[in-house]
């Protein structure tokens, strides 16, 4: 009778799962099946070791673990069925069975001949051919992990906040610093007032004076830069509008964000550090805002980028005479 209970309990979980285990107040969709491994290679670092077994075990074989029950997949990975769970909600799928359906159908995608993924880490002893292959599979997976994760509604609403905003400040350092001038001086050829600061103090100091109808854009791969999250602090209480583009996206930094841009990176390794995915995936972003923002600020932005290119017109036209240099 008891066998009975437990096995009308889990079946239970799994058909009302979704409603029984959904957090209260959402409407979010939960990630199509594409998204799923680039979910689970953003947010591992960030799980604990149990629900990483989980996360591992469905992104490893969505086939076989779409057939599972929550208890069977709990007694794959040794861990417990509310770990399972809990991982299912993480990757953000409302329950167990939402996450059972995405990788049925990540399965299907699988299965339709896409071709096999260049998965070894660069060694110090490859040909440089082997590096160019390595090295562009990363950065296409980062990219299509990016676009597969990159909550459109969450774009949307920063694209609408950037293109109205009376003034913008963005903070990066190190390697998100280039990213963040790189989104500044975009901004600045379509005519928006727009500032990048890497300097910590400076970037407090001008925070302050942010207002309501000012934008604030935070970009921190760990989402726990200190000095990127100082600055943002400041901007969201001073009534900003706020954006963190980060790979973390329960970082530190998201408390202050009223818009989270979650990027994708690729494995991280001795010879290809954090900081090399992360830009590729943070600059992908950044067009995306740009791209956004020029659109919907289109009657301005047209003009004020043909006047930019006629300003430097003259900086990249060829000089008359002999163009030919000498060695000296």
Same mark, same amino acid.
């Given at each position: 009778?008891?066998?009975?209970? /437990?096995?009308?309990?889990?079946? =239970?979980? &799994?058909?009302?799962?979704?409603?029984?285990?959904?957090?209260?107040?959402?409407?979010?969709?939960?990630?199509?099946?594409?998204? @799923?491994?680039?979910?689970?290679?953003?947010?591992?670092?960030?799980?604990?070791?149990?629900?990483?077994?989980?996360?591992?075990? =469905?992104?490893?074989? $969505?086939?076989?673990? #779409?057939?599972?029950?929550?208890?069977?997949?709990?007694?794959?990975?040794?861990?417990?069925?509310?770990?399972?769970? *809990?991982?299912?909600?993480?990757?953000?799928?409302?329950?167990? *069975?939402?996450?059972?359906?995405?990788?049925?159908? @990540?399965?299907?995608?699988?299965?339709?001949?896409?071709?096999?993924?260049?998965?070894?880490?660069?060694?110090?002893?490859?040909?440089?051919?082997?590096?160019?292959?390595?090295?562009?599979?990363?950065?296409?997976?980062?990219?299509?992990?990016?676009?597969?994760?990159?909550?459109?509604?969450?774009?949307?609403?920063?694209?609408?906040?950037?293109?109205?905003?009376?003034?913008?400040?963005?903070?990066?350092?190190?390697?998100?610093?280039?990213?963040?001038?790189? !989104?500044?001086?975009?901004?600045?050829?379509?005519? @928006?007032?727009? +500032?990048?600061?890497?300097?910590? +103090?400076?970037?407090?100091?001008?925070?302050?004076?942010?207002? #309501?109808?000012?934008?604030?854009?935070?970009?921190? /791969?760990?989402?726990?830069?200190?000095? =990127?999250?100082?600055? @943002?602090?400041?901007?969201?209480?001073?009534?900003?509008?706020? =954006?963190?583009?980060?790979? *973390?996206?329960?970082?530190?930094?998201?408390?202050?964000?009223?818009?989270?841009?979650?990027? %994708?990176? #690729?494995?991280? %390794?001795?010879?290809? $550090?954090?900081?090399?995915?992360?830009?590729?995936?943070?600059? !992908?972003?950044?067009?995306?805002?740009?791209?956004?923002?020029?659109?919907?600020?289109?009657?301005?932005?047209?003009?004020?980028?043909?006047?930019?290119? &006629?300003?430097?017109? +003259?900086? /990249?036209?060829?000089?008359?005479?002999?163009?030919?240099?000498? *060695?000296?």
């Amino acid at each position: 009778m008891e066998n009975i209970f /437990h096995h009308v309990t889990h079946e =239970v979980k &799994e058909i009302f799962g979704s409603a029984a285990t959904a957090p209260s107040g959402l409407g979010v969709t939960p990630p199509a099946p594409a998204a @799923l491994a680039a979910k689970v290679r953003t947010l591992a670092p960030t799980m604990t070791r149990s629900m990483q077994r989980v996360a591992e075990a =469905v992104a490893a074989d $969505p086939a076989g673990c #779409a057939a599972l029950t929550v208890t069977g997949l709990a007694e794959l990975t040794g861990t417990s069925e509310a770990t399972v769970v *809990r991982t299912a909600r993480l990757l953000g799928y409302p329950g167990y *069975r939402d996450l059972r359906l995405a990788l049925a159908g @990540l399965a299907a995608q699988q299965q339709s001949g896409r071709s096999p993924a260049v998965t070894a880490d660069i060694a110090v002893d490859d040909p440089l051919a082997d590096v160019v292959a390595k090295l562009a599979y990363d950065e296409q997976q980062t990219l299509a992990d990016t676009a597969a994760g990159l909550d459109i509604a969450q774009l949307s609403a920063a694209v609408g906040a950037l293109a109205a905003a009376r003034r913008i400040d963005i903070y990066g350092v190190g390697a998100s610093g280039l990213v963040a001038q790189d !989104l500044t001086q975009k901004l600045l050829r379509i005519g @928006l007032i727009a +500032h990048a600061h890497s300097d910590p +103090h400076l970037a407090v100091t001008n925070a302050v004076q942010l207002r #309501a109808k000012d934008v604030a854009v935070a970009i921190t /791969h760990s989402g726990s830069t200190g000095d =990127v999250i100082e600055p @943002l602090r400041v901007a969201f209480e001073r009534g900003a509008t706020t =954006v963190a583009i980060t790979g *973390r996206p329960d970082g530190p930094v998201t408390q202050y964000a009223d818009h989270i841009l979650t990027t %994708s990176t #690729a494995r991280e %390794s001795e010879l290809r $550090p954090a900081a090399m995915s992360s830009r590729t995936s943070q600059l !992908l972003v950044v067009d995306c805002l740009f791209i956004g923002v020029a659109q919907k600020t289109y009657e301005t932005a047209a003009p004020a980028l043909s006047a930019s290119y &006629e300003a430097l017109a +003259h900086r /990249h036209t060829p000089r008359s005479g002999n163009n030919t240099t000498s *060695r000296r």
